[in-house]
């Protein structure tokens, strides 16, 4: 199981978005479709998938955040044509980010906010691609500036994490600050991510819609993570944390999807009113204790 899995949340439209996704992309299937029922936003679709390989989530869970490029998923490419196909089925209804053409870094590339939201980097990669789906955070506002430090604690988070600055911003590169992190990338659990400083004026910021869910073997792994996390309680809810850089987590167990959909009448509400998840006190709803 992929340890680390990127959670989408949608108003309504998770079920379309993946079939849209799967459209998209070779490799990709939609693996789950469940529902919880009776939460705060109502009856909840909730749809694992997956992108080139790379497991996803997305939930309709209501309008209460939106999607906004502060996380992208770098789509690394073995040939242009592959870039170019895949920017043609994204473009239906999208928002251009940086067009596509060739750029100092690659032959093709090119940054698109798709018609669900959700910010896709496009790129021809030389050479053997392993991981071809990359999260990258993109640090702004009041946390611009941050990425260096932010990288080297996510590495220090996570046993055998590794992180490396690939390119800072010189003098010339106004409004960015000279030193300030161009591209940065992270390794945690074996899952690639990247991470990068923008000064440029922007409307948004990391928020809840795209959270980073991390599947743990047991409470004591849970409670490690937590503790490492969580850095603004009143974000602590079903599982949910937020990190001192704005960044949302869900830390849960690696079964939560089998514990809910075991006595849902009971385990639901139960997770509803916990912050924490505590695997015990799910297993005793599910077994209606």
Excluded at 2 to 16: G, R, S, V, Y
Excluded at 42 to 56: K, N, R, S
Excluded at 94 to 101: D, K, L
Aim: aromatic content about 12%; hydrophobic content about 40%; glycine content about 8%.
């Amino acid at each position: 199981m992929q340890k680390i899995i990127p959670h989408l949340w949608f108003d309504k439209e998770a079920k379309d978005a993946a079939k849209f996704y799967t459209s998209v992309f070779d490799n990709s299937k939609i693996n789950s479709i469940t529902q919880i029922r009776d939460t705060p936003s109502g009856d909840c679709d909730i749809v694992g998938f997956q992108v080139l390989g790379y497991d996803f989530m997305a939930i309709s869970a209501g309008p209460l955040f939106r999607i906004n490029p502060s996380i992208s998923f770098h789509t690394k490419c073995r040939t242009v044509e592959e870039v170019n196909k895949i920017w043609k089925r994204l473009s239906d209804g999208g928002t251009v980010m940086m067009e596509i053409g060739e750029y100092p870094f690659s032959k093709r590339y090119g940054w698109i906010q798709d018609k669900f939201g959700v910010s896709w980097q496009v790129i021809h990669t030389e050479g053997d691609v392993k991981l071809r789906i990359t999260p990258v955070l993109m640090f702004v506002g009041h946390v611009c500036g941050m990425a260096s430090e932010a990288v080297d604690f996510y590495a220090s988070v996570f046993p055998d994490g590794k992180s490396h600055v690939f390119a800072r911003y010189d003098k010339s590169e106004d409004p960015d600050k000279e030193g300030t992190v161009k591209y940065a990338q992270f390794n945690l659990n074996g899952q690639e991510f990247g991470a990068m400083d923008s000064a440029r004026m922007h409307n948004f910021g990391f928020n809840e819609a795209v959270s980073l869910m991390i599947n743990c073997s047991d409470q004591a792994e849970i409670d490690y993570f937590w503790k490492k996390l969580s850095a603004v309680p009143e974000a602590e809810q079903c599982g949910w944390v937020k990190d001192k850089y704005g960044v949302s987590w869900q830390i849960i167990p690696a079964n939560m999807g089998d514990l809910l959909q075991t006595n849902p009448e009971k385990t639901t509400p139960v997770m509803l009113g916990m912050k924490k998840i505590i695997i015990a006190d799910l297993v005793k709803a599910a077994e209606g204790l």
